[in-house]
């Protein structure tokens, strides 16, 4: 019996060394600099949660305006805000953003270039305030980080790794964005099919299409990155950080880029061993319903239920646009059960539940689900396709057409041109969608690609971050990045074959020409 304390000891420490973190905690910085709460944070929190777990120390650093929204609690150590406020030109820019939304598509398309660059000057303020936040920087130099890992967006996480003289890994929650793309990191990106996203291309172009293509890889980026690296190139410079270095190299300079894609989704495209395709890191099962849902849609019977959810931004649509999509959900044999916060439309049919809020993960999970139609957002898509649920995509703005545009090439699901809306227009998607077997065939067959996975997004995720810490990433970088644009491509090589070339043709042509005069000249001695 005096045993039995020992071997409940003994116990208890065998479970506790099989549960324990295979690796010293370090010191980690997640930093969200965006001045706005959005799924960034949501995705971020999903990734600290699971370094956390693995023993990590984990500090959050974003801004005073946002705070720690977006965050779930348990999910890091310590969080830290630098002084933002929004300002009154921060909501105007917002507002003007929104208002733009459901313009025409063209003139949307210009607006919202005006508009995202108002927002891109705003973040450079954001970028600007937290290295006059002196306080919070000192606080960030004592903490004596390992690495920073940052929501990638604008080029200010580089600065500040460069700053606190520690490694960064750059995690996007989308393939590519307006400042951050394959270029910097050395990785090839043919523009005749791979698209960066600022059009709606798919990988399979047209000779105009490859135009556009070419032009906005060579062209409309080298454009971008004069103008905003040039911007924070001055807040670079006014606090001594890296002079030898542009913003370019700082953010091509990362350790690891975690991207937030599948190829279940994205089209293939060329990849280099420092980028790593992560999947939605935010993704779980889906959870029992309420009462009130679940009887809802167990209410749908052999039909099923549509969802329509056009994210947090756009809960009320343009009126005439919300009493097309009411009159076609009243003539549907399915329930639907639509965010809207607008005015109750006029053509509301009894099989519409109009809710503020959904579980849109749990909805999307539960058997009965049959369409989605959805604004375009890479959350939504992810839980769509990990359920296999087809789609019926309405783009509003930035990175949304791009992705219906994969949507569509992948045969997941239509586009709905938000410049088209009308009950024959809404009617046509929804109903092909709804009875075209192939849509849903091919989202289950991208959701089976999509979970055919080693391991979980957060495992392979944390997988990453810890060989980072243990080796850094200089192993994994492409060399592409230390080659002038001469050297990359061979230029050089080219002209060195070309010349041999040509002196060879030269010195042939020579002794062919000095050849034939000789013989030209003994034939005419012979003659005289």
Not at 96 to 112: A, C, G, H, P, V
Not at 166 to 188: D, K, V
Not at 201 to 226: G, K, P, Y
Not at 338 to 361: A, E, K
Request: hydrophobic residues 45%; neutral net charge; charged residues 20%.
């Amino acid at each position: 019996m005096k045993l039995f304390p020992s071997l409940v000891l003994l116990t208890l420490a065998v479970i506790a060394i099989q549960v324990m973190p295979l690796t010293n905690g370090a010191n980690i910085l997640v930093t969200v600099l965006i001045p706005k709460a959005s799924s960034h944070a949501k995705s971020m929190s999903a990734m600290s949660g699971a370094l956390t777990r693995r023993g990590h120390n984990v500090t959050i650093l974003t801004c005073s305006a946002v705070g720690t929204k977006g965050f779930k609690r348990d999910t890091y150590n310590s969080a830290l805000q630098y002084k933002f406020e929004h300002s009154p030109e921060f909501h105007a820019t917002e507002q003007m953003i929104q208002d733009l939304s459901f313009e025409k598509t063209q003139k949307s398309q210009f607006n919202n270039v005006i508009g995202l660059g108002k927002m891109f000057n705003l973040l450079r303020q954001a970028c600007q305030h937290l290295f006059e936040d002196s306080a919070t920087l000192a606080l960030l130099k004592e903490s004596h980080f390992d690495i920073l890992i940052g929501d990638v967006f604008d080029g200010c996480d580089a600065i500040l790794s460069s700053y606190l003289g520690i490694p960064y890994i750059a995690l996007t929650t989308s393939m590519r964005y307006p400042f951050f793309h394959e270029h910097l990191y050395g990785i090839p990106s043919p523009s005749s099919y791979v698209p960066l996203g600022t059009f709606p291309l798919s990988d399979r172009m047209t000779f105009l299409e490859r135009v556009a293509s070419f032009i906005e890889h060579n062209f409309v980026l080298s454009f971008s990155h004069w103008v905003h690296f040039g911007a924070l190139e001055k807040i670079k410079d006014k606090y001594g950080i890296a002079p030898d270095r542009s913003i370019a190299d700082l953010i091509g300079g990362a350790e690891l880029w975690l991207c937030m894609t599948t190829f279940a989704f994205d089209f293939s495209h060329p990849i280099a061993p420092n980028w790593v395709a992560i999947g939605n890191i935010a993704d779980i099962p889906a959870k029992p319903l309420n009462k009130e849902y679940e009887a809802f849609v167990e209410g749908s019977g052999e039909h099923g239920f549509i969802i329509l959810a056009l994210g947090n931004n756009y809960g009320e649509l343009p009126k005439h646009m919300a009493e097309a999509f009411a009159r076609v959900f009243s003539d549907l044999p399915q329930r639907v059960i639509w965010r809207h916060t607008g005015t109750r439309p006029r053509y509301l049919g009894n099989n519409t539940m109009l809710v503020d809020w959904m579980p849109q993960n749990d909805l999307l999970g539960h058997p009965k689900a049959r369409l989605l139609i959805y604004h375009g957002g890479l959350t939504g898509i992810f839980e769509a396709i990990y359920h296999a649920v087809p789609m019926v995509v309405m783009p509003i703005i930035g990175d949304q057409d791009s992705n219906a545009v994969k949507v569509e090439a992948k045969g997941m699901g239509r586009i709905l041109q938000k410049d088209h809306i009308s009950y024959e227009t809404v009617m046509e998607a929804v109903i092909d969608v709804l009875e075209n077997p192939r849509y849903r065939e091919n989202v289950r067959r991208s959701s089976r690609i999509y979970r055919d996975t080693q391991a979980h997004p957060d495992e392979t995720m944390v997988y990453w971050v810890e060989h980072i810490l243990k080796f850094g990433g200089s192993h994994l970088r492409s060399r592409a990045l230390e080659l002038t644009f001469i050297q990359l491509h061979s230029i050089d090589v080219l002209a060195f074959i070309i010349g041999i070339i040509a002196a060879i043709v030269f010195l042939l042509y020579t002794c062919f020409k000095r050849c034939l005069s000789c013989c030209l000249k003994s034939r005419k001695s012979k003659v005289e």
